[in-house]
């Protein structure tokens, strides 16, 4: 089985995957919940899978209206510096402390409780709220990952209201790749 981890309804539909290859969960928003959920579907006996769809912004205008495959991503409110570096996790004995390699090609992502509206000190091809969390469990549990990403807006002060707009506008590119 694999499993579609997507934290709002509104992003995608689960009805339009065939229900005997794929199990759509909805995670809700941010880090913690996409542990959560990622850590339960990892610990079906019958995952072979996880993948996550999403909106994301960007602080790249040519990736406005694009979906991504995500191929690095990193944690951007992750920041105990000097101890360490912007994006690292400080005491980190799993060896995955930093960023997280899922996929030889495809954009970086980073990851951060918070909605962004301005510039970033950690720029990524995309901004989203969920990722990083998904691929850390996934890797932790030897699980295979993939991730994919709608971008919706150009993370600026306009970004809820355009993200709100394109909230469903990526699905069809999506289901398109799975």
């Not at 960007?58 to 912007?86: F, T, W, Y």
């Not at 969390?133 to 890797?139: L, N, P, R, S």
Request: charged share 25%.
């Amino acid at each position: 089985m694999k499993y579609v981890l997507v934290a709002l309804k509104e992003e995608l539909d689960g009805h339009h995957l065939n229900k005997e290859e794929y199990m759509v969960w909805y995670t809700g928003v941010g880090k913690i919940n996409a542990t959560i959920y990622t850590t339960l579907a990892c610990l079906q006996t019958d995952c072979k899978e996880v993948i996550n769809y999403g909106t994301a912004g960007s602080q790249k205008k040519e990736h406005i209206g694009n979906l991504l495959k995500v191929g690095m991503c990193h944690q951007r409110d992750m920041d105990a510096r000097p101890k360490a570096e912007l994006g690292v996790t400080p005491y980190e004995e799993t060896g995955l402390g930093g960023a997280i390699k899922i996929s030889d090609e495809g954009a970086s992502l980073s990851t951060g409780d918070n909605f962004v509206t301005g510039p970033q000190e950690f720029v990524t091809d995309c901004i989203d709220m969920e990722g990083y969390a998904v691929a850390k469990v996934c890797t932790a549990f030897k699980k295979k990952c993939r991730i994919y990403k709608y971008v919706s807006d150009f993370a600026d002060a306009d970004a809820f209201n355009h993200w709100t707009d394109n909230l469903a506008k990526g699905k069809d590119a999506f289901l398109s790749t799975v």
